[in-house]
């Protein structure tokens, strides 16, 4: 594998429970079938997590891998994926991020992590290229994901080091704490950070001296160019420069589409007051790229001068901890909106499913199904004292927060209430985005493999509004007007096959895909001319196609059904009161049948065995046909 070029070649298996580690050879296969990141790690978590596991226990594995693209100078910048078991769903885990760790992975030859097993004693660990180092973490424990940054690169005084840290959420077991990369980079989603808390490791830190090299470098080059020059020239680049995805807070007033005080409310009289317009001409001092090789560098550093929070910094806020701790649970003021998000990043949670187990909350409150006494303070819409209060009761598992903390799913399981307004898909919770104004998107947030997920598809291209561009992309109009709902089928896969392939060449949705700057072809161009393994385009998409599939394998695996691809009952039932979409629900049940013709599942949404088969999955379907699952 050392000969093909473009991959470190190398996993690295750690064993906690021996304080042990052992590089083993990437299987070329393996790299073919599954390029990278996210891919690699969907199929090791296949066949190595069998079902049942417990998430938090030593059986678990927790996989960290970059991808073929990582840390070269195309302009896409460079990321990776984190998965487990994860213990918030008890599915698939997985969650993305952006961040220099990745960059260094792959300067130390390495492209997939595997931790196994659990520690004795807290520690952290200390890769380089040719060795791990089990530290000792006792002074680390209960620092927030900051000071344990700071301890560390102290501690090993390399400027170049780079730290991914969990915070006191994690080392509580809060079931949606995340892993933090730099301080302000979250693998936030599903629970990651718990996971590797579970492991008794406080954080990672990571070296590399190497380099990485091409098949064909002068040809590589020119792709680079083709790829910088689209992003440079794409209309979107400037706005998304100045406010990153803060922007989208404006569309969602433009298109109805806001989680007002808990998806009640689609537009909201305030919203330019929180809006990212607003925390770029007033807050934001400088722009930076949160990885190696970006040409649209977005992440934006805030500082807030004068008045009572003055002093308060920070990196983002993007746009989902922005609505979540602003229009979700209703609060108007967009400072007191910042020290929230800042809080829930340092503490190492989700901003996602905090802001929704605490908007869940309210409504509760609101329809007078528990009162102030019960949840242990006084809770009313948009009381930010009270939701900091709140916030750090999750973190640290006390009062109420002790039952938020597992997430909204089980939390109103144990409450007994709020079941048909505790807002998730598979258990994971909804984002900041009302489907019943985004269509493609409800779609695609019921099939998504780690459950109510925007980013597995992100069909943006229905925002438009363009029935030509529908026409042309997908032989259906309806099928990019996002009220539409015929066509969503192939606008979901063919998203769901790029996006699979974007995140395991691990490069940055904000320009390959929200641009459409890495599509199929260009992406098939860039991995032959840096491995020497020439593939189409058709090839790429196959590729994509077939880590989708293996995903849907893993949750047919573990009980997954048509029954499990549903949104929460108001978007199914409740017309949007209100706003440019007023009137509207999801037609989900119509996508669905169109979703999983083009996907080649059965009507119940179970992979069928020539579809495995054409995928080179025949491995997978052997082992589902063992376990009596229906194939045909």
Same mark, same amino acid.
């Given at each position: 594998?050392?000969?093909?070029?473009?991959?470190?070649g190398?996993?690295?298996?750690?064993?906690?429970?021996?304080?042990?580690?052992?590089?083993?050879?990437?299987?070329?296969?393996?790299?073919?079938?599954?390029?990278?990141?996210?891919?690699?790690?969907?199929?090791?978590?296949?066949?190595?997590?069998?079902?049942?596991?417990?998430?938090?226990?030593?059986?678990?594995?927790?996989?960290?891998?970059?991808?073929?693209?990582?840390?070269?100078?195309?302009g896409?910048?460079?990321r990776?994926?984190?998965?487990?078991?994860?213990?918030?769903?008890?599915?698939?885990?997985?969650?993305?991020?952006?961040?220099?760790?990745?960059?260094?992975?792959?300067?130390?030859?390495?492209?997939?992590?595997?931790?196994?097993?659990?520690?004795?004693?807290?520690?952290?660990?200390?890769?380089?290229?040719?060795?791990?180092?089990?530290?000792?973490?006792?002074?680390?424990?209960?620092?927030?994901?900051?000071?344990?940054?700071?301890?560390?690169?102290?501690?090993?005084?390399?400027?170049?080091? /780079?730290?991914?840290?969990?915070?006191?959420?994690?080392?509580?077991?809060?079931?949606?704490?995340?892993?933090?990369?730099?301080?302000?980079?979250?693998?936030?989603?599903?629970?990651?950070?718990?996971?590797?808390?579970?492991?008794?490791?406080?954080?990672?830190?990571?070296?590399?001296?190497g380099?990485?090299?091409?098949?064909?470098?002068?040809?590589?080059?020119?792709?680079?160019?083709?790829?910088?020059?689209?992003?440079?020239?794409?209309?979107q680049?400037w706005?998304?420069?100045?406010?990153?995805?803060?922007?989208?807070?404006? %569309?969602?007033?433009?298109?109805?589409?806001?989680?007002?005080?808990?998806? /009640?409310e689609?537009?909201?009289?305030?919203?330019?007051?929180?809006?990212?317009?607003?925390?770029?001409?007033?807050?934001?001092?400088?722009?930076?790229?949160?990885?190696?090789?970006?040409?649209?560098?977005?992440?934006?550093?805030?500082?807030?001068?004068?008045?009572?929070?003055?002093?308060?910094?920070? =990196?983002?806020?993007?746009?989902?901890?922005?609505?979540?701790?602003?229009?979700?649970?209703?609060?108007?003021?967009?400072?007191?909106?910042?020290?929230?998000?800042?809080?829930? %990043?340092?503490?190492?949670?989700?901003?996602?499913?905090?802001?929704?187990?605490?908007?869940?909350?309210?409504?509760?409150? /609101?329809?007078g199904?528990?009162?102030?006494?019960?949840?242990?303070?006084?809770?009313?819409?948009?009381?930010?004292?009270?939701?900091?209060?709140?916030?750090?009761?999750?973190?640290?598992?006390?009062?109420?927060?002790?039952?938020?903390?597992?997430g909204?799913?089980?939390?109103?399981?144990?409450?007994?209430?709020?079941?048909?307004?505790?807002?998730?898909?598979?258990?994971?919770?909804?984002?900041?985005?009302?489907?019943?104004?985004?269509?493609?998107?409800?779609?695609?947030?019921?099939?998504?493999?780690?459950?109510?997920?925007?980013?597995? %598809?992100?069909?943006?291209?229905?925002?438009?509004?363009?029935?030509?561009?529908?026409?042309a992309?997908?032989?259906?109009?309806?099928?990019?007007?996002?009220?539409?709902?015929?066509?969503?089928?192939k606008?979901?896969?063919?998203?769901?096959?790029?996006?699979?392939?974007?995140?395991?060449?691990?490069?940055?949705k904000?320009?390959?895909?929200?641009?459409?700057?890495?599509?199929?072809?260009?992406?098939?161009?860039?991995?032959?001319?840096?491995?020497?393994?020439?593939?189409?385009?058709?090839q790429?998409?196959?590729?994509? =196609?077939?880590?989708?599939?293996?995903?849907?394998?893993?949750?047919?695996?573990?009980?997954?059904?048509?029954?499990?691809?549903?949104?929460?009952?108001?978007?199914?039932?409740?017309?949007?009161? %209100?706003?440019?979409?007023k009137?509207?629900?999801?037609?989900?049940?119509?996508?669905?049948? =169109?979703?999983?013709?083009?996907?080649?599942?059965t009507?119940?949404?179970?992979?069928?065995?020539?579809?495995?088969?054409?995928?080179?999955?025949?491995?997978?379907?052997?082992?589902?046909?063992?376990?009596?699952?229906?194939?045909?």
């Amino acid at each position: 594998m050392r000969g093909l070029k473009g991959y470190g070649g190398r996993i690295l298996r750690i064993d906690l429970s021996r304080m042990s580690y052992r590089f083993e050879e990437l299987p070329e296969g393996l790299a073919r079938g599954f390029i990278g990141g996210r891919g690699l790690n969907a199929y090791r978590l296949y066949w190595e997590v069998p079902p049942g596991v417990d998430p938090l226990g030593p059986e678990n594995k927790l996989m960290i891998a970059t991808g073929p693209l990582a840390g070269l100078p195309h302009g896409l910048g460079s990321r990776l994926n984190v998965t487990a078991r994860s213990p918030l769903t008890g599915l698939l885990g997985d969650s993305n991020a952006g961040t220099h760790f990745s960059d260094e992975m792959r300067y130390a030859g390495i492209d997939q992590i595997v931790l196994e097993g659990r520690s004795d004693r807290p520690v952290y660990l200390y890769i380089t290229d040719s060795w791990v180092e089990f530290r000792d973490a006792e002074g680390l424990v209960g620092m927030t994901v900051s000071q344990a940054h700071e301890a560390i690169r102290r501690e090993i005084g390399d400027p170049r080091v /780079q730290v991914a840290a969990v915070g006191p959420a994690a080392e509580h077991l809060v079931k949606f704490a995340g892993l933090f990369f730099g301080v302000y980079r979250a693998a936030g989603r599903t629970g990651m950070g718990a996971v590797l808390a579970s492991k008794r490791v406080k954080a990672i830190a990571i070296r590399g001296d190497g380099y990485v090299e091409a098949a064909r470098p002068e040809e590589l080059i020119r792709v680079f160019e083709e790829i910088t020059l689209r992003i440079y020239s794409n209309p979107q680049y400037w706005p998304r420069r100045v406010m990153g995805t803060s922007r989208i807070l404006m %569309s969602g007033q433009r298109l109805g589409f806001l989680p007002g005080r808990h998806f /009640q409310e689609p537009t909201v009289d305030y919203a330019y007051f929180v809006s990212g317009e607003r925390l770029s001409q007033r807050y934001n001092v400088k722009v930076r790229a949160c990885s190696a090789g970006c040409a649209l560098p977005c992440a934006r550093f805030y500082v807030v001068k004068a008045g009572p929070l003055a002093g308060l910094f920070g =990196e983002g806020p993007e746009y989902e901890p922005l609505a979540g701790f602003t229009v979700r649970i209703g609060n108007k003021d967009l400072e007191r909106g910042l020290k929230m998000a800042r809080l829930v %990043s340092d503490l190492g949670m989700d901003a996602i499913t905090t802001s929704e187990v605490i908007s869940w909350l309210m409504e509760l409150r /609101q329809r007078g199904e528990i009162n102030d006494e019960e949840i242990g303070l006084r809770l009313e819409w948009g009381d930010a004292e009270a939701v900091e209060a709140l916030i750090r009761m999750i973190a640290y598992r006390e009062g109420i927060g002790n039952i938020l903390a597992e997430g909204v799913k089980r939390a109103s399981e144990i409450i007994g209430k709020g079941k048909d307004i505790a807002f998730h898909v598979k258990g994971l919770e909804m984002i900041q985005a009302d489907p019943r104004a985004l269509k493609g998107y409800g779609l695609g947030f019921a099939v998504a493999s780690r459950g109510a997920d925007h980013l597995r %598809s992100e069909p943006f291209v229905e925002v438009e509004d363009d029935p030509e561009l529908g026409k042309a992309m997908f032989g259906e109009p309806e099928a990019t007007l996002r009220l539409g709902v015929r066509g969503k089928g192939k606008l979901v896969a063919f998203f769901e096959d790029l996006n699979a392939i974007v995140d395991s060449m691990e490069v940055c949705k904000n320009t390959a895909e929200n641009m459409l700057v890495l599509d199929f072809e260009t992406a098939a161009r860039a991995y032959s001319a840096l491995t020497g393994i020439e593939v189409t385009a058709g090839q790429m998409r196959e590729a994509g =196609e077939r880590i989708v599939n293996v995903e849907r394998a893993y949750l047919v695996r573990e009980g997954v059904r048509r029954k499990d691809d549903m949104l929460p009952p108001r978007f199914l039932r409740e017309p949007l009161p %209100s706003g440019p979409a007023k009137g509207h629900v999801v037609e989900l049940d119509v996508m669905l049948d =169109e979703y999983y013709a083009v996907r080649g599942w059965t009507a119940d949404g179970v992979p069928r065995l020539e579809t495995l088969l054409r995928l080179g999955l025949s491995d997978v379907a052997s082992d589902l046909e063992s376990r009596n699952l229906p194939l045909r």
